[in-house]
C-alpha cells in the first residue's frame, strides 16, 4: 500500500515537487513568456515601461499568491486545490490596484494573461502532484496511539510491520508520555538520528484535525495563556477599521433587511442578548431577529430558551435564510466598533449556556482569552451546536484556533465563511 501511493510521486513530474522548481518554471512559463510574446509578436521591447512593470508586478503576484498558497494549505481539513484561485486572485488583485493607485503604467492585458497563466500552471501542479499525495506514518505502539487509524487521509502502519526503510517514510507517531519498553526507547532515539521526524500522538492529532484537547493543567497545550498582545492589538485595529468600512458599505442593505423583518413577523428588527466575551466579560450583542418576538425567559429557563433546535419552531420564515446566510450576524459589525468582538473568534455564547458549559468542561473560559468572533475555525468546522459533547469538540476547535491564530488562518477563515454563506452549511 505505501508503495501505491509513492509510486505516485515518482512520476515524471516529480521534479516539479520542489519548491524552488515551482517558482523557477512559473516565472518562466506566467511571467516571461508573455513579455517575450508581446516583443516579437507585437514588437513592443522588454524595456518598455508597460512591459518592464507588468512584469515585475506579475513576478511579484506569482511570488506571493504562491506564499499564499502554501501558507493556507498547512492548516488541517483543507482541499488545497480551491485555494489556488483564491490566492493568486487576491494578490493579482491587490498588486493591479496598486498600480493603479500610484498610476503606474502597464498592460491590462498581459497581467491578465499571467493571472490565467498562474492559475492554470499551479492547478495543473495540484492535480498532477499535491492531489494524489498522502502522508505515510509509522505508528509506535503503545499509550493514546490506538486511535490515529481513526483519522483519514493518512496511511498508518504499526512501526514493526512497516515493509520499507523507514527513510519512506513521512514521519513516525508516539505517545511520548507512555512507560515505552527500553527496546522501543532505543529506536525511538534511532529514529530521531536518522533525521525521521517523531511527534507526540497530541501534536500530531492538532496538525492533522485541526483540533486541541486540553485535559489537565499541566498538559496545557495552548502555549501561553496570554496571546501576544501586539497581534492583539493590532487585529483589534484592523478589526475597527474593516467593520466601519462594512457598516458605510452595507447600511442600505442593512436597512432594507431590517424592514424585511418588521413586514415579516411583529416585533423589533434587533435581536439582543447577553453573552460572555473577551476575558469572560458580559457583553450585548446585536444580530437581526429570525425568531418570533417573546418576553424573556424567566432565569429558570433562559438555558432552555437560548438553545437552538434542528428546525426550531420558533424561527420565522425569513428568519431561515438569514440565519443560512449568515445575514442575521450583520449587525454585530457595532459589536465590533464597539471593542466587543472581533470580526474572528470564539463564537460568544449566551450567559446562560456559558455559565452550564463552565461547570460541565473543563477549561471552558479558556476560549475567552481572546475576543469572540463573528465567525471562526470551530464555526467552519463544525457549526452551530448546543449539546455539552458537541460543545466540547467544538471548544478543542477553539483551542486550535487560541493557539495557531494568525494573519494566514484569519484569511482562510475568511475565505471559508464566505462558502458558508453561500451553502448556508452549519445553520440552525
Known amino acids: 500500500m505505501v508503495h501505491e501511493q509513492r509510486s505516485v510521486l515518482n512520476s515524471s513530474y516529480i521534479w516539479l515537487d520542489r519548491i524552488r522548481y515551482r517558482v523557477t518554471f512559473g516565472v518562466l512559463f506566467c511571467v516571461i513568456i508573455p513579455v517575450l510574446f508581446r516583443q516579437y509578436i507585437f514588437d513592443v521591447s522588454i524595456f518598455s515601461p508597460t512591459q518592464y512593470n507588468t512584469a515585475i508586478g506579475g513576478l511579484f503576484a506569482i511570488l506571493l499568491g504562491y506564499i499564499g498558497y502554501r501558507r493556507l494549505h498547512v492548516f488541517p481539513g483543507i482541499a488545497s486545490g480551491g485555494y489556488i484561485i483564491t490566492s493568486f486572485t487576491i494578490m493579482f488583485g491587490m498588486l493591479s490596484l496598486i498600480l493603479i493607485f500610484f498610476r503606474i503604467d502597464y ?3 498581459q497581467f491578465l494573461v499571467s493571472y490565467l497563466l498562474s492559475i492554470a500552471f499551479f492547478a495543473f501542479l495540484h492535480f498532477k502532484i499535491d492531489n494524489h499525495k498522502r502522508l505515510v506514518f509509522g505508528i509506535v505502539p503503545g499509550g493514546a496511539t490506538d486511535r490515529l487509524d481513526r483519522i483519514d487521509n493518512v496511511v498508518w502502519h504499526q512501526l514493526e510491520q512497516f515493509p520499507g526503510p523507514v527513510s519512506e517514510i513521512d514521519g513516525v507517531v508516539a505517545d511520548l508520555n507512555h512507560d515505552h519498553s527500553d527496546e522501543w526507547d532505543v529506536r525511538i532515539a534511532d529514529l530521531v538520528l536518522q533525521g525521521v521526524p517523531v511527534y507526540h500522538v497530541k501534536q500530531a492529532v492538532e496538525q492533522l484535525t485541526g483540533r486541541v484537547e486540553v485535559e489537565a493543567l499541566s498538559e496545557n497545550t495552548l502555549g ?28 442600505v442593505p442593512m436597512a432594507l433587511v431590517a424592514l424585511a423583518i418588521k413586514i415579516d413577523s411583529p416585533g423589533p428588527a434587533l435581536f439582543r442578548q447577553v453573552r460572555v466575551g473577551f476575558r469572560a466579560k458580559s457583553f450585548l450583542v446585536y444580530k437581526f431577529r429570525t425568531m418570533r418576538h417573546a418576553t424573556p425567559a424567566a432565569p429558570s429557563s433562559a438555558r432552555n430558551a437560548a438553545i437552538t433546535l434542528d428546525n426550531d419552531p420558533r424561527i420565522t420564515r425569513l428568519g431561515r435564510f438569514l440565519r443560512r446566510s449568515r445575514l442575521d450576524e450583520l449587525p454585530q459589525l457595532f459589536n465590533i466598533i464597539k471593542g466587543d468582538m472581533s470580526l474572528i473568534g470564539p463564537r460568544p455564547e449566551a450567559l446562560a449556556l456559558s455559565e452550564w458549559y463552565a461547570t460541565e468542561l473543563p477549561f471552558y473560559h479558556y476560549r475567552h482569552i481572546i475576543k469572540p468572533g463573528v465567525t471562526g475555525w470551530a464555526q467552519i468546522n463544525q457549526g452551530h451546536v448546543a449539546d455539552v459533547a458537541d460543545v466540547r469538540e467544538k471548544l478543542h476547535y477553539d483551542f486550535y484556533y487560541v493557539k495557531n491564530y494568525s494573519v494566514w488562518l484569519d484569511i482562510l477563515i475568511m475565505i471559508r465563511t464566505a462558502q458558508t454563506m453561500l451553502t448556508g452549511k452549519g445553520a440552525k
Not at 496570554?226 to 457598516?247: E, H, S
Open 224 to 251: 501561553s495563556i496570554n496571546p501576544n498582545d501586539v497581534f492583539l492589538k493590532t487585529k483589534t485595529f484592523i478589526d475597527v477599521i474593516l467593520a466601519t468600512l462594512g457598516v458605510i458599505l452595507l447600511a
Open 107 to 109: 498592460s491590462r492585458g
